[in-house]
């Protein structure tokens, strides 16, 4: 993640994922190595008060292990579900091209076992409001990768984008969704639905935005805008 909007944070973001590829070809570089080398390139290119946020993680080869070096960046979520919670991760070290010479550390790797989920994000997801100021914070993300871990990765990273859009209040505006097809998820959905030219699963935890299959409901915005982001979740 890079300060700042528009072009120039975007053409930072380019540069840093170029670096990190040219880095990575042919390198026998360690992890902790890789992060170091990208602030050096990163440095000279960096405004004063400017800075990348970066998460490296790489889960071997087996699935059994997470390993991750962090440069300023939010800590990923590990969700455990044995234990049906989350392991604390270290913060890691300054953001890239704050500090030239900084030496980056790998934290220590993680243990994954079946079910665990691993959710990388950034600011902006948290830093949501509603209409009354309160962020959607870490909780309310764990809150939802804790409902979610159950589906399929590509389903539940839409469940959640819609639980953060439903926070924000995106879905005051209803429109019509033809629901024909559903099967139950635990005490909520998964329904089989068409909008808009597009159909799509959708993950719905409401059940009073469901009707009998066939029917048209009246759903939440945010759900036909999912509709209109994949043809096929």
């Not at 570089?29 to 004063?48: F, G, I, K, Q, R």
Request: hydrophobic content about 40%.
């Amino acid at each position: 993640d890079s300060t700042g909007h528009g072009i120039g944070a975007a053409l930072m973001m380019s540069t840093a994922r170029a670096y990190l590829v040219g880095t990575l070809a042919g390198s026998r570089l360690s992890m902790a190595e890789t992060m170091s080398t990208l602030n050096v390139l990163l440095y000279p290119d960096m405004e004063p008060g400017k800075f990348v946020s970066f998460l490296l993680t790489k889960i071997e080869g087996d699935g059994s292990r997470l390993r991750l070096v962090s440069a300023g960046h939010e800590p990923a979520l590990l969700y455990r579900a044995a234990e049906n919670g989350f392991i604390d991760l270290p913060p890691g070290g300054l953001a890239l091209g704050l500090k030239e010479d900084f030496v980056y550390e790998e934290a220590p790797t993680q243990a994954l076992q079946v079910g665990d989920r691993i959710c990388l994000f950034t600011d902006g997801v948290v830093e949501q409001t509603n209409d009354n100021g309160d962020e959607f914070g870490i909780g309310g993300l764990q809150n939802a990768v804790r409902q979610f871990a159950h589906l399929s990765p590509r389903i539940a990273i839409t469940s959640i984008i819609a639980t953060v859009e439903a926070w924000r209040g995106d879905e005051l505006e209803p429109r019509a969704m033809a629901v024909y097809g559903r099967r139950r998820v635990g005490k909520s959905w998964l329904v089989r639905a068409f909008a808009h030219g597009h159909e799509a699963d959708i993950f719905v935890a409401d059940t009073r935005a469901l009707a009998d299959q066939g029917k048209t409901v009246r759903i939440p915005v945010y759900m036909t805008e999912l509709l209109s982001k994949f043809k096929r979740i």
